[in-house]
């Protein structure tokens, strides 16, 4: 089945600085990878996802990129702000048609003012 | 907008004991899903169900056993709780179809079992 890591653990960046969080897979059919934000004490929520027939998606500072060929995507943040830290998951496609996921262990990203 | 919620926010329960933890959907979803989430581990999927009565295993379906009578409701049974089975539980629902589509969370239910 399929298999997640995700890079850094955690990981602290000064506010205004850009943030990058790794993640690789295992299956080579999975084409769609979600990224979720948990906020503390809350539930975790969709901020960018990429199918496979792209390279790389951007909403405003959140950007995504997908390598197939290496089975790794990243999430970028860039000019990060306070109410960006948070605990971020990576996903993959599980097995099932792709309609369940395999999530990351997570990176807990902290923003210093 | 989805909302997703749970029966509880907090549970204590004693070892031994049936526990029943209960996720409903308002928006017509096809899919819910159980995960468990523990500190370095993630979201785990537990059991999932594609349709009314139907289920699936999932990663870490031990201990667990599922309900969906309706297309609203999936519940999640502990049917002899144990102390490893103390955890934060998160529901998730998403529409379905061919392709894989986002999953709406629940705000989650914190189970500990003394």
């Known amino acids: 089945g399929e298999n997640v890591e995700q890079h850094p653990s955690t990981l602290s960046v000064q506010e205004g600085d850009s943030a990058v969080i790794k993640c690789t897979y295992s299956d080579s059919a999975s084409n769609y990878f979600p990224w979720y934000k948990q906020e503390l004490g809350k539930r975790p929520q969709l901020i960018i996802d990429i199918r496979s027939n792209v390279g790389e998606k951007k909403d405003q500072r959140i950007a995504v990129t997908l390598n197939k060929t290496a089975k790794h995507f990243s999430l970028h943040i860039t000019e990060t702000q306070p109410e960006d830290s948070a605990v971020y998951f990576c996903?993959?496609?599980?097995?099932?048609?792709?309609?369940?996921?395999?999530f990351g262990p997570g990176t807990r990203l902290s923003v210093l003012p | 907008d989805v909302k997703v919620t749970q029966s509880s926010r907090y549970l204590v329960k004693r070892t031994g004991e049936k526990v029943f933890l209960e996720c409903v959907q308002d928006?017509?979803?096809?899919?819910m899903f159980w995960y468990r989430q523990d500190p370095g581990l993630g979201l785990r999927l537990i059991y999932f169900s594609y349709d009314v009565k139907m289920k699936e295993k999932g990663d870490i379906p031990e201990g667990y056993s599922v309900s969906r009578e309706k297309k609203e409701r999936f519940s999640l049974i502990l049917e002899s709780a144990s102390t490893n089975q103390t955890s934060m539980y998160l529901c998730a629902s998403s529409r379905g179809g061919v392709i894989s589509n986002e999953q709406f969370f629940g705000p989650g239910t914190r189970l500990t079992v003394l």
């Open positions: 928006m017509d979803h096809e899919n």
């Open positions: 996903a993959a496609q599980g097995r099932n048609y792709g309609q369940n996921f395999v």
